[in-house]
């Protein structure tokens, strides 16, 4: 390993004093969807030539062809004498056993690199059964593991809402930071109309985006650096719910339409969601005209919609991006919230051979434990009031009044934060 | 025109009551309010319908209401709308003057005002009103009536007022399916305007903000013409709710608070108000001073909201008579203060000054909109029949217009 101190340092809160040189990513596609996704990147990448540059691509499979449709990638398939090369058909337990069993080629495929994103689709068999495997794989080996998962529409059934909803708990057991993007919500970004090729093109393209803008983050050289220590930091060992969101704006006033583009984009609930972050990353690109009036015209409202949240920001400039502007929101919220409809039993994978990693549960209390020092530190914000639901009270169940991103139903003293009395 | 129908009756279904005011059109074509009926709305969120078979229950009541105190039956009604779904934006339409004369004739002002009317709106949407500002002659500007002049372009602006086709329909619906004929709508803000103000604060320049239970309503007039209007989904409602949440009180008690104690001035010296006991609560004290801090933020961020719009356009400049405030909430404590600490501009708790009768329904700032409907029925009947036989080629091309917006409503 390159690094041999690595190991020492993976557990999620430990400090990383010394940086990598050149932060190595990989993106593993996990499953039919994860490999789409893959697919969806290398093909991006042939047209766009800063898109993800030097990232190696690996998309993970049981099923043998599946993984043959998948191009500009290397390809690793799982399983082989469990399924015959046949896929996990909808199996999660079979897909965590192939996985299981090519530990050790998974193992290699993942190491030696600093930050995973991991794509998967989770209502699957092997989405949902081997991307946990995976994660767990890729952080012994001590990278940063960032899962962006599909989960699936509410029309494919019960059942693989459930599947989906298990595999996204074991999901959050093992990676950092896991962020969810409920098909459901697709519709309202294609549209009713849009035929279903072109809904799943745009979830490829979606979770596409996100890693891009993260890995951006990390890699381009930027007016404001973020590093890998920062997200790190930040995201590392949160274990809590994610959501991104992107928005691009052109043009004289390119960083409010940037942020009203953002806004707009349904995965945000108007707003919603990011008042409940506690950790924010806003990535910013622009061309070499990027002002730092235009970085803080879009931090701003974003810092101001999550009152509660850690910000962290970076910005970067790309030539190609002279009179534009992308700003991308990758929040998460801390603590474990219980999963409504959570099956009883919680499958909860041990890692073996890491006896002093503490198992997947401890973190979270420690987590909840921090939240309520948080709490007492801020007395006002959380002691009665949970946001999700109380806050907007008699107008819980009518459409949001937005403004300007703020949902006025939301009391205003609530919004402003501001401690009566 | 109106000489049939004497009787004419607004009706407001709004998110805390639903009113309906009956008055009688005098010779002079005055207005006499003779009687109001009203009922707790029920059903009504924001303005917008949620509950058909609730506000119907609640229309009938307030009709019934009505009929009980005016002494007449009540057949048809002109109806306001509202709700958060509403937009406008001001447009332009062109004509060039193509008779023999060169003078403009009726003709062409009725051809103009179709043509700044056709504008593109979303598709769900419809137009409400196509309220005509201004015209211009060849360029020249502020013009109030072209007819004879010569020229050889005519040009006029109109404020077009739409919102979403179905979500308007909910209203009408709930109307209908009590057996009341919907005779024209309006949308509130404009309805309110009609009630408030005379035609000097109109030519003066006025903004009318209609504070009702769910919605916040405005309507700029800028030199006698609509230049902005625009409806803000925020209301007392709001308030009583932020109350509840702030207070930690149910929402019939937070309401109860608001309307005994509630005050937007802040700060204020402390006092302790003692809730009282009421079956299954305990007692209870709360700080008025609290109270009055959730409500100043509620009520000054809304008026801080529509003044941001205003700038937006550019007219706080030309509001000369003020900021005239009405609906339910203008009944709030120190509202006049808070308004004139935001605007910097004359405030005016406004009730209706453009109407006569006896009964105090003209004095409540809460009737403004459906009093504002009765006026507005003077200038908007039902009845294009009587069109001048010159206009008959343009009338019936108008009449089909509306036929095709009537349809759009199912009249």
């Given at each position: ?71 500009g ?35 290699a ?86 035929t ?47 959501f ?37 990353l ?6 070499p ?23 962290i ?95 006025l ?13 | ?57 609640c ?78 002659v ?10 004879g ?34 005779e ?7 309805a ?33 013409a ?41 700060p ?47 007219l ?22 808070l308004?004139?600490?935001v ?69």
């Amino acid at each position: 390993m390159a690094k041999p101190d690595k190991s020492s340092t993976a557990g999620p809160d430990a400090p990383v004093t010394t940086l990598p040189p050149k932060v190595r990513v990989k993106i593993v596609g996990v499953g039919g969807a994860g490999g789409n996704t893959i697919t969806h990147i290398a093909a991006a990448r042939q047209t766009q030539t800063r898109w993800l540059a030097g990232v190696e691509l690996v998309a993970v499979n049981t099923d043998a062809a599946a993984l043959e449709s998948v191009t500009g990638a290397e390809t690793l398939q799982i399983g082989a004498p469990l399924t015959h090369g046949l896929g996990a058909g909808g199996d999660q337990e079979i897909g965590a056993r192939a996985a299981q069993q090519d530990a050790e080629r998974l193992t290699a495929a993942v190491e030696n690199a600093d930050v995973i994103f991991l794509m998967a689709g989770l209502g699957g068999g092997t989405g949902g059964g081997a991307a946990p495997v995976v994660a767990r794989l890729a952080r012994e080996k001590g990278a940063l593991v960032l899962a962006f998962v599909a989960l699936p529409f509410s029309f494919e059934g019960e059942r693989r809402r459930q599947q989906a909803t298990l595999a996204l708990e074991q999901l959050k057991a093992q990676a950092d930071a896991v962020i969810g993007i409920p098909n459901d919500k697709l519709f309202r970004i294609v549209g009713e109309q849009a035929t279903a090729a072109e809904a799943f093109h745009k979830c490829d393209e979606l979770i596409g985006s996100g890693a891009q803008a993260l890995w951006q983050l990390l890699a381009r050289k930027g007016l404001i650096n973020l590093d890998f220590a920062a997200l790190r930091m930040t995201l590392g060992g949160k274990h809590g719910d994610g959501f991104f969101s992107t928005g691009l704006g052109e043009g004289q006033h390119k960083a409010r339409e940037a942020v009203r583009a953002l806004q707009e984009n349904p995965l945000l609930d108007g707003g919603q969601a990011l008042a409940r972050s506690e950790t924010v990353l806003i990535s910013i690109l622009g061309g070499p005209d990027l002002t730092l009036t235009d970085v803080q015209r879009t931090v701003e409202p974003i810092s101001r919609l999550a009152p509660r949240a850690h910000v962290i920001m970076g910005a970067a400039i790309d030539d190609e991006f002279r009179g534009k502007l992308a700003v991308t929101v990758i929040a998460a919220t801390g603590a474990a919230r219980s999963v409504p409809g959570k099956p009883a039993v919680q499958t909860v994978v041990v890692r073996p051979g890491q006896p002093a990693a503490p198992a997947p549960q401890p973190p979270r209390k420690i987590q909840t434990v921090d939240v309520q020092v948080k709490n007492a530190r801020t007395q006002l914000k959380q002691e009665t009031l949970p946001l999700d639901n109380v806050s907007r009270g008699r107008f819980d169940k009518s459409e949001p009044t937005i403004y300007d991103g703020q949902d006025l139903d939301v009391p205003t003293f609530l919004r402003r934060g501001i401690r009566l009395g | 025109m109106l000489a049939k129908e004497q009787i004419v009756v607004g009706l407001e279904v709004g998110t805390s009551k639903v009113c309906a005011v009956v008055g009688e059109v005098l010779e002079d074509r005055n207005i006499l309010i003779i009687g109001v009926g009203q009922a707790a709305s029920d059903g009504v969120r924001k303005g917008e319908v949620i509950d058909m078979q609730a506000v119907g229950r609640c229309i009938h009541e307030a009709i019934a209401n009505a009929e009980e105190n005016a002494n007449v039956e009540v057949h048809s009604v002109y109806a306001s709308v509202s709700g958060g779904h509403i937009r406008s934006f001001n447009n332009r339409g062109t004509v060039i003057v193509n008779n023999d004369e060169g003078v403009i004739t009726p003709a062409e002002v009725q051809n103009v005002l179709l043509n700044a009317k056709a504008v593109n709106i979303p598709m769900d949407h419809v137009v409400v009103h196509a309220i005509r500002q201004r015209f211009y002659v060849d360029g020249q500007d502020g013009i109030q009536n072209p007819v004879g002049m010569g020229g050889a372009k005519l040009e006029a602006d109109v404020h077009v007022i739409h919102g979403v086709r179905t979500r308007l329909q909910n209203t009408i619906r709930c109307i209908k399916q009590v057996e009341l004929e919907i005779e024209n709508i309006a949308v509130s803000s404009f309805a309110s305007a009609l009630a408030v103000l005379t035609s000097e604060h109109q030519q003066l320049g006025a903004v009318v903000i209609d504070m009702g239970g769910g919605t916040a309503d405005y309507i700029v007039y800028r030199e006698g013409a609509i230049a902005h209007s625009g409806v803000l989904a925020v209301g007392g409602d709001h308030i009583t709710n932020d109350i509840a949440i702030g207070l930690h009180i149910p929402m019939n008690r937070a309401e109860q608070l608001k309307i005994e104690h509630g005050t937007v001035e802040w700060p204020i010296a402390d006092v302790i108000i003692n809730l009282k006991r009421e079956v299954g609560l305990p007692d209870r004290q709360v700080s008025r001073e609290k109270l009055a801090h959730i409500m100043h933020l509620r009520v000054e961020e809304t008026l801080k909201l529509i003044k941001k719009e205003l700038e937006k356009q550019g007219l706080l400049e030309y509001l000369g008579a003020g900021v005239f405030i009405t609906g339910g909430c203008a009944r709030l404590r120190g509202l006049e203060t808070l308004a004139q600490a935001v605007f910097g501009l004359p405030v005016h708790i406004g009730h209706s000054h453009t109407v006569g009768g006896p009964t105090s329904a003209i004095e409540s700032p809460e009737y403004s909109t459906a009093i504002g409907l009765v006026r507005y029925a003077l200038s908007h009947p039902r009845d294009h029949q009587q069109t001048p036989t010159r206009w008959q080629r343009w009338g019936e091309r108008v009449q089909q217009i509306v036929h095709k917006v009537r349809a759009f409503f199912c009249f």
